[in-house]
């Protein structure tokens, strides 16, 4: 079982360059996330999709643009990198949203960016 | 802001020993109440969660209590095992203003479970 899976799994950019990350799930699941996880303040939500061809901003979504043009997948870009994205990048996926009824996040197994 | 706050940030226990991590909540919106458990190098896996209308539940070693009145919640780990070492995030589900359901979650706790 492949779950979700995120590529890269390790970049290094330059200041102001742009890189995409790509997350897949082979679960049939509506709602898709992308979180950033940085030392002593968890994980944040940068941008969520409810749906294929749906996108919603989340906590933290500045500086990235998301894109769900096909249901398992789920990209998120980085236009010109900034230092303070330096972070490990998760992807999730869950048949419903956030709630008890099989709301349970399936997460990959993160992606981390470093910007010089 | 929904704000989700988990203390401690990191917690070292003797092997056998009780683990117990706090979170606590402000909005009453709130009602699903995950913990996530993440070793390193892996994603987040949710460990148990509970809902608003119970007081505890329990799975195995691992028990949530949940206070509504005080709007607090904490994760206990009953005979720590060395296995057990890894970082917890407790989370909170809700929805707002009319958007998506979302989680919430603390800002993490470390914890080490020494042999």
């Known amino acids: 079982n492949a779950g979700v899976t995120q590529t890269p799994k390790f970049r290094v950019l330059k200041t102001g360059q742009s890189m995409t990350l790509l997350c897949a799930q082979d679960m049939n699941h509506e709602y898709m996330y992308w979180y950033r996880q940085d030392p002593g303040m968890g994980l944040r939500l940068i941008h969520y999709s409810v749906g294929e061809g749906t996108t919603a901003k989340g906590e933290v979504p500045d500086g990235y643009n998301v894109s769900r043009l096909k249901k398992q997948n789920f990209l998120l870009g980085l236009e010109s990198a900034a230092p303070s994205q330096t972070s490990v990048y998760f992807c999730?996926?869950?048949?419903?949203?956030?709630?008890?009824?099989?709301?349970?996040?399936?997460f990959g197994e993160g992606s981390r960016l470093t910007v010089l | 802001q929904q704000q989700v706050k988990q203390s401690p940030q990191s917690l070292i226990v003797q092997k056998g020993g009780i683990s117990i991590i706090n979170c606590a909540y402000e909005n009453t919106a709130f009602d699903y109440f995950p913990w996530y458990q993440q070793f390193p190098g892996k994603g987040p896996a949710l460990l148990i969660a509970?809902?608003?209308?119970?007081s505890e539940k329990k799975e195995g070693r691992f028990t949530i209590s949940f206070n509504k009145s005080a709007k607090q919640f904490s994760l206990h780990i009953m005979d720590s095992q060395p296995g057990d070492s890894a970082t917890y995030f407790c989370?909170?589900?809700?929805?707002?203003?009319?958007?998506?359901?979302?989680?919430?979650f603390g800002s993490g706790t470390q914890l080490t479970v020494l042999p």
């Open positions: 989370a909170a589900g809700g929805s707002f203003s009319g958007s998506a359901r979302q989680l919430t």
């Open positions: 999730a996926s869950s048949y419903v949203a956030g709630g008890p009824e099989t709301g349970e996040l399936f």
């Open positions: 509970i809902r608003p209308d119970v």
